[in-house]
């Protein structure tokens, strides 16, 4: 093949085309064998490509396992609290569970009689990195109506560990009064509606629960679905569910540590998905975060969960063919969970269909999204989702967003309109601030949208007979709304005057008893 040349002048000029591998069709590691897989057109044997993998989950994970940074160029490991992973079943999460054991559990030495590791609990041999371990799954079959539940199709796979401990959870336990006070040791945090029509999200239309309806956790749960406006906000609801409960769950377990089997390509879909619904304030979240409960906001470092992904540089892959050699049992995702449309799922087909032809799509977008950080501190913690929230974004969203017609430009452009249809716009309403007291102000901007936004198409009511309130999930309320000003025994409204009266009419002194 000629190098490339004018096509014009010479017919037979031929674009060279890009090798598959490099040079040599040898191992790159060990230079001996023949490859066996392509990675970025790097050429790895079988022998060589497990070790490789192993050494790019340990050089993720461990620079962040002790709680402080010591001095020493290799430190020993050894973290303050438990470990927890989070397991769906999937390929990243079953991979992580058989290195994770591989690596840190399965290396403990044999136990005597009384229970204890032989040579002394003290002996050096004996140190672990963490003391015990347990992976948290979430069933979702409550979300939708005839999904079937996997929770004993699990237990089986976690159970071939005999060194973790599984924890089952289920999702609508976001709206169990009875699960959080478990895992918080709250008794008084109540279960709030809101009516999502409400322009603002204002409280007038926030409400106790148990005053308004008597749902149970799963005709809760499925309520809250199906007021969300889009397939979308449906998507990125479960997902916010799924993270918060294994969140809670592990904080309430003594964990410092929380792994999640998220690869490179999973986490870069999720990049883009994210920055696209409004959430890139919170996009080194993503990434790696350091958690804790608003209520321990100003605990010590030990009480903060480190949430890891470490197979953040391998991708889908590698990860497919690790668990191919090494006999790793895949599960998987149930399938109707899977079939949910919207931006996530457009997102996975393209970047999926992009990595084919350009195998380093995942990588630039990873390594691109690294870099971002946000300008300004954070305002505080979302109440929905638990993550960082940006200030001031009710101002930033009424400067861009088009609240009313009252603008004479505004309502010339729209002269080519027929009357019929202009005649139903409202010309004369003016912009409106959001009110002082609304749960806009407690949300980020990605979960004020997912709850808010509008869709031509709308969503297929799943709960026949749904009230116009929505339940919200039970930690929304967990610092106490009152302490925030929006509610007190009910929801926080104007009172009207004669109400005021008839509460201190008891205090007043008649006017006829002033002139005796």
Known sequence: MSSCGNPVADEQALMPRRLKFGKSKDCVRCRLKPGNIVIRHAVYCKECFTPMVDMKFRKALEPSVNARAGTSKRPKLKASGNLCLGFSGGLGPSIVLDIVHNT??????????????????????????????????????????????????????????????FVPLWIEYAFDGSWWTKVSGSNSTPQVCLELSKEGLITDGLHVASQVTGLTPVEALRSYLSSLPTQTAISSAIQNLTRVLILHTAHSRGSSHLIFGSSLTSISISLLSSISQGGGYAIREELQEEWAPVAA????????????????????????????????????????????????????????????????????????????????????????????????IQEWKGRISIRSYSDDKLAADLAHIPSPCRGNLDTSTSFQVPPLLALTDFLCYSCHTTLTSRSSRGVKQSTPGVSSTTPLPIWVADRSLREDGLMGGGARRKILEEEMLDTVAEFLIDSQDCEE
Not at 298 to 324: H, N
Not at 346 to 362: A, I, R
């Open 104 to 165: 840190y559990f399965s290396s403990r030495p044999p136990l005597d009689d009384s229970g204890k590791p032989r040579g002394g609990t003290n002996h050096p041999r004996n140190a672990s990195v963490w003391p015990s371990c347990s992976v948290c799954y979430v069933e979702a079959c409550g979300a939708f109506a005839g999904m079937q539940d996997r929770t004993e199709d699990i237990r089986s796979v976690v159970e071939r560990y005999p060194s973790f401990d």
């Open 297 to 392: 906001s100003g605990s010590q470092p030990s009480d903060v969960l480190r949430v890891i992904r470490p197979l953040r540089d391998v991708t889908a892959k590698e990860c497919a063919i690790y668990a191919w050699w090494n006999n790793i049992t895949v599960i998987g995702r149930d399938k109707q969970r899977r079939a949910i449309l919207g931006i996530a799922a457009l997102t996975k087909n393209f970047v999926v269909g992009l990595e084919k032809d350009y195998p380093s799509t995942v990588s630039t977008i990873a390594r691109t999204c690294e870099k971002l950080e946000p300008k300004d501190a954070p305002s505080g913690q979302c109440r929905l989702c638990k993550r960082p929230m940006q200030s001031g």
